[in-house]
């Protein structure tokens, strides 16, 4: 196991490679999310990756190459179905005047994700329920989902809450070309248009961004209820 200034140096030279330069402050912030996260991990099931350096680089960091395809800066960024926070907390870590908003459907992450903001002493929108339910639609300049569901039924769930000129931004492994090509009818439906698609890999593990720029507004009538996203997807 890496030892506390081992891994720093090795996360630092990681976000340096992302143009993000790593202070103590920051660090330490990091240090404490992966302590509170391994407490409620033994509660409620938050994540397979406990070790502290696959904590750091397969999560802290998988969440922050979100910038390899974004610019951030003061935008508002809806996390959908974030769980233990990503990629949504470590970057309003690092980008403090990032406005998110976290929606989950499940009371016990939304009661994690409060410690949690509380401890780091971070602001952040957390909302109990389901994503389709939300009511803010074209409202977001972001919307990003990470390891959520299948890209067809995902868009409808988020490409609408996206405002025109905004981006969805679904992280993805590198199998996503099934997905990607499935979804051509939703995104279009839904006012969206695919973008780019940027590959990367963590440790020889493929990931990828899939960015849907919003080039309209969505109908009112999407996202419609779960049952029928899932049962008859776009």
Not at 50 to 76: A, P, R
Not at 118 to 138: P, S, T
Request: glycine content about 6%.
């Amino acid at each position: 196991m890496y030892t506390g200034d081992y891994m720093r140096e090795q996360f630092e030279v990681l976000l340096k490679g992302l143009n993000i330069d790593l202070t103590q402050e920051k660090y330490d912030q990091f240090t404490k999310y992966y302590e509170i996260l391994i407490e409620w991990n033994s509660k409620i099931n938050l994540t397979a990756i406990t070790e502290f350096e696959d904590v750091f680089i397969k999560h802290f960091y998988d969440s922050l190459c979100l910038v390899k395809g974004i610019e951030l800066s003061n935008q508002s960024l809806l996390d959908v179905g974030s769980g233990a926070g990503f990629p949504s907390i470590p970057l309003k870590i690092i980008y403090e005047n990032l406005d998110v908003t976290i929606i989950d459907s499940l009371n016990k992450r939304i009661n994690f994700l409060k410690i949690l903001t509380k401890e780091l002493n971070i602001e952040a929108e957390l909302i109990h329920g389901r994503a389709e339910e939300h009511k803010n639609k074209n409202h977001y300049d972001l919307v990003t989902a990470r390891a959520v569901s299948n890209l067809q039924v995902l868009s409808e769930i988020c490409v609408p809450f996206v405002k025109k000129g905004g981006y969805f931004i679904s992280l993805k492994g590198s199998k996503y070309s099934d997905e990607l090509e499935h979804s051509k009818n939703a995104i279009k439906t839904l006012g969206g248009e695919l973008k780019k698609v940027i590959e990367y890999d963590i440790e020889g593990i493929g990931r990828s961004l899939i960015i849907i720029d919003k080039v309209k507004e969505t109908n009112n009538k999407y996202p419609r209820i779960y049952g029928k996203i899932k049962s008859n997807p776009l």
